[in-house]
């Protein structure tokens, strides 16, 4: 199964809370099936985004014993793992650059950021965009808005500490995001 159906499958499998069809809609009538999940690092191609986000979740439902979150709903875990990147649809322009191959110089593609929500740190712009159409519950928010850890953050911020330790579930997607960017997603 192509990472596209499987995105779609577990989110309708998993999350239905009110809202959840008019996010799901809004997400196929946008270019998150198409988007690459960054400009030069994980998934830098078209698709990018979307295998990111499944592999995110299966990393995560590896996680959930280790980190103790029986207690956390197969709703809420979906949530926060195929919805955590939510902000980067549409931000990605393909342009072109001259580079130096031994036939010569040539134009090659490569992805641009443009950023057409500026909201500071991805994760609360995620936060933002799920929660024009679906309500979250603070465990949620924390998870997805810390989900980069200290890599967007000041290095003054110490407030993550406090968020990791009162909802184990932000500092587990944190992980699964980081083994998912790592280990399992190519760079082109």
Not at 18 to 29: D, K, T
Not at 55 to 61: A, I, T
Not at 116 to 143: C, N, W
Request: charged share 25%; proline share 4%; aromatic share 14%.
């Amino acid at each position: 199964m192509d990472f596209k159906n499987r995105f779609y499958l577990l989110y309708e499998t998993y999350i239905t809370r009110p809202g959840s069809e008019e996010l799901r809609q809004w997400l196929e009538a946008s270019t998150f099936d198409t988007d690459p999940s960054s400009t030069k690092f994980h998934g830098n191609y078209a698709g990018g985004l979307i295998e990111h986000s499944v592999n995110v979740y299966s990393r995560l439902c590896n996680l959930r014993e280790v980190f103790g979150l029986s207690d956390v709903s197969d709703e809420t875990i979906a949530i926060v793992s195929l919805l955590h990147d939510l902000c980067k649809i549409g931000k990605y322009k393909v342009e072109l650059r001259n580079v130096k191959t031994e036939a010569g110089w040539v134009q090659k593609p490569f992805y641009k950021f443009v950023d057409t929500l500026p909201f500071g740190y991805h994760g609360p712009a995620s936060v933002f965009l799920i929660q024009r159409h679906m309500k979250l519950t603070d465990e949620e928010v924390a998870a997805i808005a810390c989900h980069m850890g200290a890599h967007d953050r000041p290095t003054t911020d110490y407030s993550l500490q406090d968020v990791y330790q009162k909802y184990p579930l932000a500092y587990a997607l944190h992980v699964a995001d980081c083994l998912a960017s790592f280990y399992d997603e190519k760079t082109v």
